[in-house]
C-alpha cells in the first residue's frame, strides 16, 4: 500500500506482529468498531510470523497496510519500521493481542485539545480483565532495588493500585497502548533498536522525560 496515496488521518496505529494468529484479527475489528472512520490508519508490521496470520489480515482487511519484514526485529524496530511508512502526526502503539473497550482515539483526542504548558505528552490506557479490573498501565522508572525485586518475583509489590480515576502524569505507560506524536517520536529518533523486547518503552520515555516530554495516563482509554 502506498502510503502517499492516502489521505492524512490523525493518527497511524503501528501494530508489531509475530504469529498473532486470530488475536490480531480481533484487535483489528475492536479499533474498527469503537474508531471514528478516516480518524486513523492501521499498519501492521510482521516480523516473519509462520502462521496465517497475514494472510488473514490481507483477506480480511484489506484496507490495512501490512508490511512483511520477514525477519523477527523486535518491537522496538517494528515500531520504528512502521513509523517510517506512515505520516499521521500521531502514531499510536497497540499490541497485537490488546483489544480496545471504547473510543481510545477520541478520549486521546479530547485531552490533547486542551491547551498544554509544554511539549506534547506521551499518552497510555489502562489495560483492564474480563472482569473490568484494572491489571496494567503504568510504572515508575527501574532503580537496583526494584530491579532486585522483580528478579526475586517480588514485583507485585511495586504494581500501583490504578484506583485514580482522573489523568495524571506518571513515569511511563505501558507501551500495550502508547500515543506519541510524530514530532516527538522524530525529535527521540524512535525506539532504541538494541532493546529486543522489554524495556523499549521505559528507555523511550526516560529520553522522553529528559528532554521535558511528560507521560501522562488517562483511566478512560480501556483496553
Not at 503504568?138 to 517480588?154: C, D, N, Q, R, S
Request: proline letters at 6%.
Amino acid at each position: 500500500m502506498n502510503v502517499s496515496s492516502q489521505t492524512t488521518a490523525w493518527v497511524d496505529i503501528l501494530l508489531v506482529n509475530y504469529n498473532g494468529g486470530s488475536q490480531i484479527l480481533e484487535t483489528i475489528a475492536s479499533i474498527e468498531q469503537y474508531s471514528t472512520p478516516d480518524t486513523y490508519r492501521i499498519t501492521v508490521v510482521d516480523n516473519g510470523s509462520s502462521d496465517d496470520s497475514c494472510d488473514q489480515i490481507e483477506q480480511r482487511y484489506p484496507q490495512v497496510q501490512l508490511l512483511r519484514t520477514g525477519a523477527n526485529n523486535g518491537f522496538g524496530k517494528g515500531c520504528n519500521i512502521g513509523a517510517r511508512h506512515t505520516n499521521a502526526p500521531h502514531i499510536m502503539l497497540l499490541n497485537p493481542d490488546a483489544q480496545l473497550l471504547c473510543n481510545v482515539i477520541e478520549i486521546f483526542q479530547q485531552y490533547l485539545a486542551v491547551p498544554q504548558s509544554g511539549p506534547q505528552p506521551i499518552l497510555g490506557g489502562l489495560s483492564v480483565d474480563s472482569q473490568g479490573t484494572p491489571s496494567y498501565a503504568y510504572e515508575h522508572f527501574p532503580t537496583p532495588l526494584t530491579l532486585m525485586l522483580k528478579a526475586f518475583g517480588l514485583g507485585r509489590l511495586l504494581t500501583p493500585s490504578y484506583t485514580r480515576t482522573e489523568p495524571h502524569q506518571v513515569d511511563y505507560v505501558s507501551g500495550s497502548l502508547l500515543l506519541i506524536g510524530r514530532e516527538q517520536f522524530q525529535q527521540l529518533h524512535g525506539f532504541d533498536e538494541s532493546f529486543f523486547l522489554y524495556f523499549e518503552e521505559t528507555d523511550l520515555q526516560y529520553r522522553a522525560r529528559q528532554q521535558g516530554i511528560a507521560s501522562v495516563h488517562i483511566p478512560a482509554a480501556r483496553y
